[in-house]
Every structure is written in structure tokens, then in C-alpha cells.
Nanobody, 127 residues
């Protein structure tokens, strides 16, 4: 049984950087992906980016492209979300997710395809 645990959130100032971690326990499906999503108060959960588990290719939402980087440490079974030049509008609860089913790179942003979620970590960016 796969479980995900996010950490690394906190309160930062505009322009700061933050690295979130997603610790993965259990065996993930190699044809799946690990995605990062965020949910701001009163808004729906939005795609941030994802990494394909088969080949390590990474994809990002246009809204964060250039400011975030996803990486993974296979030895530590951890996926990271590095966020730079943070803005108040980045304030949200950040979740990592994966699926017990294959996910195509063409639909990485569809949160309905992810059926395994972490509990989330709060990121607050003050102005």
C-alpha cells in the first residue's frame, strides 16, 4: 500500500524559496506519476507539476513554470518541489499525489486520475 507524506511547508516572505518533500512509502507503479497540487482557500485544487516515474520527465503548470522544479531521490523514495521567488498568491495547502493506475503525460493535470494523496502541507507567503 502506497502512502505519501508531505513536509517542508511554512511561513515565508515574498521572494523567498521553499522546498517541499513528498516521502513515498510502498511500491509505486512505474507507469504512473507523482504530482503536486495546491489548494488555496475557497479555490479548487490546482495542478502545479508532476514527474513521470518511468523516465523522470517533468511537467509544470504554466502558472508556476520557471519558478518551480520537481526532482526525486530514488534512494530516499522522496519527490521534491522546489519553489523560488514565492508570491502571496502561492499561499495554499500543497499536496503530492500518485495513482495505482497508469497516468499518461497528456493528462497529468487531471487530479481525478490520482487516487493516492498525502495529507498536505501549508505554505503561506507574506507580502
Amino acid at each position: 500500500q502506497v502512502q505519501l507524506l508531505e513536509s517542508g511547508g511554512g511561513l515565508v516572505q515574498t521572494g523567498d524559496s521553499l522546498r517541499l518533500s513528498c516521502a513515498v512509502s510502498g511500491r509505486t507503479l512505474s507507469s504512473s506519476a507523482v504530482g503536486w497540487f495546491r489548494q488555496a482557500p475557497g479555490k479548487s485544487r490546482a495542478f502545479v507539476g508532476a514527474i513521470m516515474l518511468s523516465n523522470g520527465n517533468r511537467y509544470y503548470a504554466d502558472s508556476v513554470k520557471g519558478r518551480v522544479t520537481i526532482s526525486r531521490d530514488n534512494a530516499e523514495n522522496t519527490v521534491y518541489l522546489q519553489m523560488d521567488s514565492l508570491k502571496p498568491e502561492d499561499t495554499a495547502v500543497y499536496y503530492c499525489a500518485t495513482s495505482s493506475n497508469p497516468i499518461s503525460r497528456l493528462v497529468l493535470g487531471d487530479r481525478r486520475l490520482y487516487n493516492i494523496w498525502g495529507q498536505g502541507t501549508q505554505v503561506t507567503v507574506s507580502s
